[in-house]
């Protein structure tokens, strides 16, 4: 009898504790719920990415773990070594970074040529085994030199990578940076400039980063700029004019309008938040800056 007791008596506390864990579940489920229900529905129009620089206090892992909230898919400008833990977390890097010198030692010098070279040599066959498909360059700056030759100079050293990127799927980008106010003397600093140098080059695999900040800048005229460009256009930047922050409405451009316009031409590839928050809360502009660009 006493046995029998004792028997009933576990029973009885392993019942309370399935119930307590049962309900327990359904409370995280609950609470998994509201935390998807909070998360931005983005709409499937743009694939987006965000700039890791801007976000230098909040570590990598962190900021992984809140891109699916925030509806990010990549989180780029990252090289070789970071690529693994965006992987983890199901992530791209949209833009991999490592293989350049620095934005004013360029292509357009072709004493930069060799090195250059040897690290986007190296650097394709890695990005296209991480299934990376863009890697960033720069002009450099012109340091005296005219945009005819700097343009000579870029397509000299670029041909002689395209063979490499285009066996390897990867497309090497360059960006398009003012140099009134940010990058005195950059050379690919209008679009017209950087359409004719991938003309020059003549491949697929070689097009410009058109960062929407840096161009409102030197030349305006964003919406009608990119339909005419559009086809060499690879990848976008976002950022607010003037300062680079926040794309909200306490700046000059309205971005629904700009995503619109990129949208219809087809374009298929990423657009990257590229703002400095200037709130206190990071991820929360962040958050606004996708749901502005989701259209």
Same mark, same amino acid.
């Given at each position: 009898?006493?046995?029998?007791?004792?028997?009933?008596?576990?029973?009885?506390?392993?019942?309370?504790?399935?119930?307590?864990?049962? &309900?327990?579940?359904?409370?995280?489920?609950?609470? #998994?719920?509201?935390?998807?229900?909070? &998360?931005?529905?983005?709409?499937?129009?743009?694939?987006?990415?965000?700039?890791?620089?801007?976000?230098?206090?909040?570590?990598?892992?962190?900021?992984?773990?809140?891109? %699916?909230?925030?509806?990010?898919?990549?989180?780029?400008?990252?090289?070789?070594?970071?690529?693994?833990?965006?992987?983890?977390?199901?992530?791209?890097?949209?833009?991999?970074?490592?293989?350049?010198?620095?934005?004013?030692?360029?292509?357009?010098?072709?004493?930069?040529?060799?090195?250059?070279?040897?690290?986007?040599?190296?650097?394709?066959?890695?990005?296209?085994?991480?299934?990376?498909?863009?890697?960033?360059?720069?002009?450099?700056?012109?340091?005296?030199?005219?945009? %005819?030759?700097?343009?000579? *100079?870029? &397509?000299?050293?670029?041909?002689?990578?395209?063979?490499?990127?285009?066996?390897?799927?990867?497309?090497?980008?360059?960006?398009?940076? *003012?140099?009134?106010? *940010?990058?005195?003397?950059?050379?690919?600093?209008?679009?017209?400039?950087?359409?004719?140098?991938?003309?020059?080059? @003549?491949? #697929? *695999? !070689?097009?410009?980063?058109?960062?929407?900040?840096?161009?409102?800048?030197?030349?305006?005229?964003?919406?009608?700029?990119?339909?005419?460009?559009?086809?060499?256009?690879?990848?976008?930047?976002?950022?607010?004019?003037?300062?680079?922050?926040?794309? #909200?409405?306490?700046?000059?451009?309205?971005?629904?309008?700009?995503?619109?316009?990129?949208? %219809?031409?087809?374009?298929?590839? !990423?657009?990257?938040?590229?703002?400095?928050?200037?709130?206190?809360?990071?991820?929360?502009?962040?958050?606004? @800056?996708?749901?502005?660009?989701?259209?």
């Amino acid at each position: 009898m006493k046995m029998e007791n004792n028997r009933r008596k576990v029973l009885k506390k392993i019942a309370g504790s399935t119930a307590m864990l049962t &309900a327990t579940g359904a409370i995280f489920n609950r609470l #998994d719920a509201a935390e998807r229900a909070m &998360a931005p529905e983005v709409k499937g129009n743009v694939n987006h990415s965000v700039c890791k620089w801007c976000y230098g206090d909040i570590p990598l892992e962190e900021l992984c773990k809140a891109s %699916e909230k925030l509806g990010l898919s990549s989180i780029e400008l990252l090289g070789p070594k970071d690529w693994p833990t965006l992987k983890k977390y199901g992530l791209t890097c949209a833009m991999g970074n490592g293989a350049e010198i620095g934005l004013t030692q360029g292509w357009n010098h072709t004493e930069y040529h060799e090195q250059l070279i040897k690290n986007y040599t190296e650097a394709i066959p890695l990005a296209a085994k991480a299934g990376i498909k863009n890697i960033i360059c720069f002009s450099g700056n012109r340091n005296g030199m005219d945009d %005819e030759t700097g343009m000579i *100079n870029c &397509a000299k050293g670029l041909r002689k990578i395209m063979s490499q990127a285009e066996k390897n799927g990867v497309t090497i980008v360059m960006e398009l940076l *003012n140099s009134k106010v *940010n990058h005195k003397d950059y050379q690919c600093d209008h679009t017209a400039w950087g359409a004719a140098l991938c003309e020059m080059v @003549g491949s #697929d *695999n !070689f097009k410009l980063l058109y960062d929407i900040y840096h161009m409102q800048i030197m030349e305006g005229d964003v919406i009608a700029t990119i339909n005419k460009y559009h086809p060499y256009i690879a990848h976008y930047h976002t950022g607010g004019v003037p300062g680079r922050n926040e794309i #909200d409405e306490s700046q000059e451009l309205y971005y629904p309008a700009i995503m619109k316009a990129i949208t %219809e031409t087809g374009f298929k590839g !990423f657009v990257a938040q590229e703002f400095i928050p200037k709130r206190e809360d990071k991820l929360a502009s962040l958050k606004q @800056g996708i749901e502005i660009c989701d259209v």
